[in-house]
């Protein structure tokens, strides 16, 4: 039986990228992600991202969990609905989201991505 997953304890190195050129809207952030667990379509740990925005198009059979640790967010909607999180706040992006990730404040987040089969 595999143990528990404590993500404070782990040493995990952070990989760094930015927003593909076709989808930037606004600057061009590094984005580091610290994955701390990845199995059988479960993948979940921790991201941050400097300030910046850039369209983004979610694949029909993956969603994110996240919960804000720092920092401030906003997500739009393709029809211009915008909704906005910060420290403590959480949320879900579903499978097939098509709208912008803005990142109004430098942001960590907890994220739980789950693909299904």
Known sequence: MAGI?????????PQFDHPRPDRRVDGNPQRTTW???????????IWACEVGSWN???ADDKDEFFCVIEGRVQLWDDAGHAEAFGPGEAG????GFVG???VVEPVRKYFVVRERA
């Open 35 to 45: 994955e701390h667990y990845a199995r059988d379509g479960l993948s979940c740990g």
């Open 100 to 102: 912008r990730f803005e």
């Open 56 to 58: 983004i198009r979610f």
């Open 92 to 95: 879900v992006i579903p499978a």
């Open 5 to 13: 997953v404590v993500l404070s304890r782990q040493q995990v190195a």
